[in-house]
């Protein structure tokens, strides 16, 4: 994409969010920065929107080498998954098994641009700034909570890939901000998502209240055995029964 068409796509995202998605408390997003940089969700959500409304579907690599020409030490975009869960954009995941989504893991399309990602909670935010993240890190003495590898060093299992730590997100129900994030490497985010609720020593404490969360209940219950799931259908009863 070139700078016009950036610009226009970007103009046709604001109108839409304008008459229709700012009504679902979904939050505009910004071209550029204080310094006159595009911002990465930006750019990403200028790559889905291409054609629109006749979108395509577009891998994470894809997305990651287009990203890549404005930020050009940018390892693994993550703003794809940030703009639907968190954001409120309608883009599905092949990765993350969107119910509907027919498309392969690794890759993304936005449905559109008038109706909110269908599990949206208008309370949660994008992100936060970096210069908190980066002081969050500190504390953590750049470590991943969960499994512990350190940041720009070679993952403590995976020797292969190289740690960076991203914005993980303790308890999906509620906002992506300081204090209830935790530092994690990109191996124990990528996987988990928003099926687990974390504490700050980046243990699992609970399945999370979200879709993630419900597929890993079903999961388990096909799993268990007979009397493991008849205890939980007399509990299931007597608790909806309250």
């Given at each position: 994409m070139n700078q016009e068409e950036i610009f226009k796509t970007f103009e046709l995202i604001v109108e839409y969010h304008e008459k229709y998605l700012k009504g679902y408390g979904v939050k505009s997003i910004k071209l550029k920065d204080s310094k006159g940089n595009y911002t990465k969700d930006a750019l990403v959500l200028v790559y889905l929107a291409q054609n629109y409304p006749n979108t395509r579907v577009i891998s994470k690599a894809e997305l990651?080498?287009?990203?890549?020409?404005?930020?050009?030490?940018?390892?693994?975009?993550?703003?794809?998954?940030?703009?639907?869960?968190?954001?409120?954009?309608?883009?599905?995941?092949?990765?993350?098994?969107?119910?509907?989504?027919?498309?392969?893991?690794?890759?993304?399309q936005l449905v559109d641009l008038t109706t909110p990602y269908p599990s949206f909670k208008p309370d949660r935010r994008s992100g936060i700034e970096s210069a908190s993240f980066e002081e969050l890190k500190k504390e953590y003495d750049?470590?991943?909570?969960?499994?512990?590898?350190?940041?720009?060093?070679?993952?403590?299992?995976?020797?292969?890939?190289?740690?960076?730590?991203?914005?993980?997100?303790?308890?999906?129900?509620l906002p992506l901000e300081i204090g209830n994030i935790i530092p994690q490497c990109q191996v124990c985010n990528r996987p988990d998502r928003d099926r687990w609720i974390y504490d700050k020593t980046g243990r699992v404490i609970a399945v999370a209240d979200s879709d993630d969360g419900k597929r890993v209940v079903e999961k388990y219950l096909k799993k268990v055995s007979q009397s493991t799931k008849e205890y939980f259908f007399e509990f299931l009863k007597k608790l909806l029964r309250q």
């Open positions: 990651t080498e287009f990203v890549r020409q404005f930020y050009p030490n940018v390892s693994d975009v993550q703003q794809a998954r940030h703009l639907s869960k968190q954001g409120g954009f309608n883009i599905i995941s092949g990765t993350r098994g969107d119910i509907g989504a027919k498309i392969p893991a690794g890759f993304y750049y470590r991943c909570a969960t499994c512990g590898s350190v940041e720009g060093q070679p993952h403590n299992i995976r020797k292969n890939e190289v740690i960076q730590l991203q914005e993980g997100h303790m308890n999906p129900a």
